[in-house]
C-alpha cells in the first residue's frame, strides 16, 4: 500500500502533521477525493494547511498589540503587487522542506503547486511591489502594521503578442478560489460621493448623493520565521442597498442590478496607466473610497479603546503611498470635525502629525492634479476642507509666494496638499530627494526646513533571495553561516570568499543552474533555444520612454551589425531579455515593444551571428516571472535618462542575485555604485546636470547622431525596413523622433552604453575577474534590504517601536 493509499484510508497514519493537514484540507476544505485531485486542488489544500500555520502568529502579534496598546502604522496604497503568497509564506514559516516533502509522499511536485498560482496583480510596478516588500519586511520587523488598499477583481492586464503587438486581455486573479484572505462583511464602512452641503449651526453637513459600502477582505502577511503578522486589508465595494426587488419583481431585471453594478464599478479594475495622470472621475472615486474606508476603520479601532481624539498621533501613523491617497489629510480633518465634533484647527493639527507622504515620481505627467470642478463635485465638502487648508497655510506662512499652494489655476495639486497636510514628506533615493527638494516642492521646502527627508528604497530580500535563487541562498549560508535573512549586511561576510577561486566557481555553478533553469523556460514558452553560456543581459521593468528601451534595442542592432560583419572575431554570446508591459494608451511605448519584437524576429534567424546573439521577449512580465528571470541574470540594466527614475528597486533584486549594473547615474543606481565600487559597475552616461543642460541645445539628437557611424548606421536600418519588410515604413515616426525630438536623450548616451557595453565583454571574457564582481555584488548589496528602509521609516516619520 502506497503513503496516498493508507492516508486517504486512516489520516491518523500519516507521519507528519503537515501531510495530514493537507489531506484533510483536500478532503473536507476543497472536497476531493486525493486519487482524484489535480494541481489545483493539492495547491487549495497546500494552501489551506499553510495558512492554518500563520493563523496562530497572526492572531498573537494583534492580541499582543492590543495588551500592549501599541502604536500601529498605517499604508495607505491604490497598488500591492504582491504576486503569489503561497511559496513565500511557505518559506518564511520554514515549512518549505517539509511542503516538499509532504507533496512528493502523495506523488505531487510541490514547484508545480507553487506555479499553480496566479499572482496578485494589484499593481503596476515598482510602486506597488515596493509595498508588498514593505508589508513583508514590517512582518519581519514586529512592526505592528496595516496595508489598506483596494480588492481589484481585475489586476493589471494580461499581454500577449500578436506578431509584435500588445495585446491586453483582461486578468481574473479571483477566477479561482483565493485560499489567503478572509472577507470581513462585519467590517463595512458607508463611502459617499456627490451631493451637496448645507450649513446649520455653524456646522457643515454633507448629503452625499451616492454611496457605496466598502467591505473588508483580510490577509494575514507573516514575517520571516513566523514571529509576527500583519494585515494586508482591501476592500471591496458593493452597493449599499440590495437590488432594487420592487423593479426585479415587476421583471426590469437589468434597471433592478443597476445600483450594485455602479458600486462595484470602484473595485473592478486597477487602472494600468502609470505614465500619465488622467483626470478620470472614477479613479478619484477609487481614491476616496480607499481612503475613507480606511480612516474610518482606523478612527473605529483607535475608539473602542481609546477616547481622546487629540491623542490619535500617538497611536496611528498613515503613510501615503505617492499623492493617491492624498485625500486623507481633508477627509480626516472631516471625520475629525463633522463626525466627532472637533475644532478645524486642532483637527488639522491632529491630521498633520499622523499623515507622512512618500513622492514616487518627478514626471510632471504624473503628478496628479484635479480640476476643481470635478474634484469639487465628487466630493463638495472636501473641497471646502481644502481650501480652508489652503488659506490657513497661506496666513501661517505670510512669505509664501503667490504661485505656490494647493488650489491653482483651477485645479487642486495633489502633491502640495499631500505635502502640507504630512509632518515629513520622503523621496525614495537620494538623488530622488535632492531634486524633490531642488526641482519639485522649492518653496514649499524652504517654508518648511527638515519636513523632506531622504528613505532609499529597498526589496525584501527573503522574497528575492532566499525564495528566488535558492542555489545562491545555500552557498550564502555554506559559506557566511545561517541568518543572513534578517540582518542582510551580514553578506559583508562573502567578501573575503571572492579571492577564493573555488567559491567562485560555486558563485558561477549557482549562477548557471539558474541560466540553465531559464533557458528551459524560455525554450518551453518561446520556442526559442538560448544558450546558458551566453551573457543574460537584462531589461524588465514597465515600458517607458524615460527608461530607455529603446536604447537598449538600438545597441542590440548595432552589436548585431558588428557580428555581422566579424562573425569570427571570438565575440561573448548574449542572450538580450527584455520584459515589461506598456500602459494600453502610451502609443509610443507600445511601438517600441513592436520594436523589439520585430527585431527579434530577423536576429534570431540569421545564421551568420546564431548563437551569438539571440533577443527574447516572454509576453506578461510580472512579479512570478521576474522570481524566474533575475536569479538568471547576469547583466541588469538600469539605463533611465538620468534625472528620471525615482529609484528602481529592480536594480537591487539583481544586484543581490549578483548581476552586476549598467547603468546611468540616476536614482538608487547611484547609491548601489558607491555601495559595490565603480570597479564592479559599468558606469555610463550623461549626469542629471547635463541631462538639463544637453537639452538647451535644439540640436542635440542629430548632433549625437552624426558623431555616431554605428547608430547612423542602425537608424539607416530601421527606416529602410531591415526590420519590417513587410511595412517598410513602420518605423519611420520612431526614426524621426529620435533624429529632431529624442527627449530622453537616446542619441546622446548612445555611444558611452555602445562603449560600456564593450567593456561588460571584456570583463565576461576573464572570468576570475567576473566572478569576483559578481559575488561583489552581492555581498554589498546589504544596504538595499528593505528592512533597512523600514527601520528608518519607524524611527524618523512613524515613531513607532518594534514589538519583538
Ligand atoms: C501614477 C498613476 C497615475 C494615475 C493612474 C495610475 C497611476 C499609478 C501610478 C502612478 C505613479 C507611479 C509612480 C511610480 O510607480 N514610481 C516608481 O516608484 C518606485 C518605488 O518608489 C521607484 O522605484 C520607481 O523609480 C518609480 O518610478
Not at 495558512?51 to 497572526?58: A, K
Not at 480626516?332 to 493639527?349: C, K, N, P, S
Not at 548557471?512 to 525554450?523: P, Y
Not at 548632433?703 to 515604413?729: C, H, N, T, Y
Request: glycine share 6%; proline share 5%.
Amino acid at each position: 500500500m502506497t503513503l496516498l493509499d493508507k492516508a486517504v484510508t486512516d489520516l491518523s497514519v500519516t507521519p507528519n502533521l503537515l501531510q495530514a493537514d493537507i489531506l484533510r484540507h483536500l478532503t473536507f476544505t476543497v472536497g476531493k477525493d486525493a486519487p482524484h485531485a489535480s494541481v489545483h486542488d493539492w495547491r487549495l489544500a497546500l494552501s489551506h494547511a499553510i495558512r492554518d500555520r500563520i493563523v496562530e502568529p497572526w492572531f498573537a502579534s494583534t492580541r499582543r498589540t492590543w495588551a500592549e496598546d501599541r502604536k500601529r502604522v498605517y499604508y495607505l496604497s491604490m497598488e500591492f503587487l504582491i504576486g503569489r503568497i503561497l511559496e513565500d509564506a511557505t518559506i518564511n514559516l520554514g515549512l518549505y522542506d517539509a511542503a516538499a516533502e509532504a507533496m512528493a509522499a502523495v506523488g505531487v511536485d510541490l514547484r508545480a503547486v507553487i506555479d499553480d498560482e496566479p499572482d496578485a496583480a494589484l499593481g503596476n510596478g515598482g510602486l506597488g511591489r515596493l509595498a508588498a516588500c514593505f508589508m513583508e519586511s514590517m512582518a519581519t520587523l514586529g512592526c505592528p502594521a496595516y496595508g489598506y488598499g483596494i480588492r481589484y477583481e481585475h489586476g493589471l492586464f494580461r499581454q500577449h503578442f500578436d506578431h509584435g503587438r500588445q495585446i491586453e486581455t483582461p486578468e481574473n486573479w479571483l477566477a479561482q478560489a483565493h485560499p489567503w484572505e478572509f472577507a470581513r462583511p462585519e467590517s463595512a464602512y458607508t463611502v459617499g460621493f456627490k451631493g451637496h452641503v448645507e450649513s446649520r449651526d455653524g456646522r457643515e453637513i454633507w448629503y452625499p448623493q451616492e454611496t457605496v459600502t466598502a467591505e473588508a477582505f483580510d490577509t494575514p502577511i507573516i514575517g520571516w520565521q513566523g514571529k509576527w503578522a500583519n494585515t494586508l486589508r482591501l476592500w471591496g465595494a458593493k452597493g449599499t442597498t440590495n437590488f432594487d426587488l420592487e423593479r426585479f419583481n415587476r421583471g426590469d431585471y437589468t434597471a433592478a442590478a443597476e445600483p450594485e453594478t455602479l458600486a462595484r464599478t470602484l473595485s473592478r479594475v486597477l487602472y494600468p496607466d502609470d505614465t500619465t495622470y488622467q483626470g478620470k472621475e472614477l479613479r478619484l472615486k477609487q481614491e476616496f473610497f480607499l481612503t475613507s474606508a480606511a480612516l474610518q476603520d482606523i478612527l473605529r479601532r483607535y475608539l473602542s479603546s481609546h477616547s481622546d481624539l487629540r491623542a490619535l498621533p500617538k497611536h496611528v501613523a498613515i503613510q501615503m503611498n505617492d499623492t493617491h491617497p492624498a485625500i486623507a489629510g481633508p477627509e480626516l480633518i472631516r471625520l475629525l470635525v463633522d463626525d466627532h465634533g472637533l475644532a478645524f484647527d486642532e483637527a488639522l493639527t491632529i491630521a498633520r502629525a499622523c499623515l507622512g507622504y512618500t513622492n514616487h515620481t518627478l514626471l510632471p505627467e504624473a503628478l496628479e492634479r484635479w480640476a476643481t470642478y470635478t474634484f469639487g463635485n465628487v466630493l463638495p465638502r472636501h473641497m471646502q476642507i481644502v481650501e480652508r487648508i489652503d488659506s490657513w497655510h497661506r496666513r501661517a506662512y505670510p512669505n509664501r509666494p503667490h504661485y505656490v499652494g494647493i488650489v491653482k489655476h483651477q485645479e487642486v495639486r495633489m502633491g502640495e496638499l499631500a505635502f502640507i497636510m504630512s509632518h515629513k514628506v520622503n523621496g525614495v533615493s537620494a538623488l530622488h530627494t535632492d531634486l524633490v527638494k531642488q526641482t519639485l516642492f522649492p518653496e514649499l521646502n524652504r517654508l518648511h526646513p527638515g519636513r523632506i527627508i531622504n528613505l532609499t528604497n529597498g526589496v525584501t530580500p527573503r522574497r528575492w533571495l532566499r525564495m528566488a535563487n535558492k542555489p545562491l541562498a545555500g552557498l550564502i549560508t555554506d559559506s557566511i553561516g545561517a541568518g543572513w535573512e534578517a540582518d542582510l549586511d551580514r553578506l559583508r561576510g562573502l567578501e573575503p570568499h571572492v579571492e577564493d577561486a573555488g567559491f567562485r566557481e560555486r558563485f558561477a555553478a549557482a549562477k548557471r543552474t539558474n541560466k540553465v533553469a531559464l533557458s528551459n523556460w524560455i525554450g518551453r514558452e518561446m520556442g526559442v533555444r538560448v544558450s546558458p553560456d551566453a551573457v543574460f543581459d537584462v531589461q524588465i521593468k514597465r515600458i517607458h520612454e524615460y527608461k530607455r528601451q529603446l536604447l537598449n534595442i538600438l545597441e542590440t542592432i548595432a552589436h548585431w551589425h558588428r557580428l555581422r560583419s566579424s562573425p569570427a572575431a571570438g565575440w561573448i554570446p548574449r542572450v538580450k531579455i527584455f520584459g515589461g508591459k506598456a500602459a494600453p494608451g502610451y502609443a509610443v511605448a507600445k511601438e517600441i515593444i513592436r520594436l523589439i519584437n520585430d527585431v527579434a524576429e530577423v536576429v534570431n534567424n540569421d545564421p551568420v551571428t546564431g548563437d551569438l546573439l539571440k533577443i527574447v521577449y516572454p509576453p506578461n512580465y510580472n512579479v512570478s516571472m521576474a522570481e524566474r528571470v533575475i536569479p538568471a541574470a547576469d547583466l541588469s540594466e538600469q539605463i533611465s535618462t538620468a534625472g528620471k527614475e525615482a529609484s528602481g528597486t529592480g536594480n537591487m533584486k539583481f544586484m543581490m542575485n549578483g548581476a552586476p549594473t549598467i547603468g546611468t547615474l540616476d536614482g538608487a543606481n547611484v547609491e548601489i555604485l558607491q555601495e559595490v565600487g565603480a570597479e564592479n559597475f559599468f558606469l555610463f552616461g550623461l549626469t542629471a546636470e547635463e541631462v538639463a543642460r544637453r537639452r538647451e541645445d535644439p540640436d542635440h539628437a542629430r548632433k549625437a547622431i552624426e558623431a555616431s557611424q554605428p547608430l547612423m548606421d542602425v537608424l539607416q536600418m530601421i527606416a529602410e525596413g531591415r526590420f519590417s519588410p513587410d511595412e517598410p515604413e513602420r518605423y519611420h515616426q520612431l526614426v524621426h523622433r529620435v533624429w529632431h525630438h529624442d527627449y530622453f536623450l537616446v542619441a546622446s548616451d548612445f555611444e558611452a552604453y555602445h562603449v560600456a557595453q564593450a567593456e561588460v565583454d571584456k570583463a565576461y571574457a576573464d572570468p576570475a575577474r567576473w566572478w569576483r564582481m559578481a559575488a561583489l555584488n552581492t555581498a554589498r548589496s546589504g544596504f538595499f534590504s528593505s528592512d533597512r528602509t523600514i527601520r528608518s521609516y519607524m524611527d524618523e516619520i512613524w515613531q513607532v517601536t518594534s514589538a519583538l
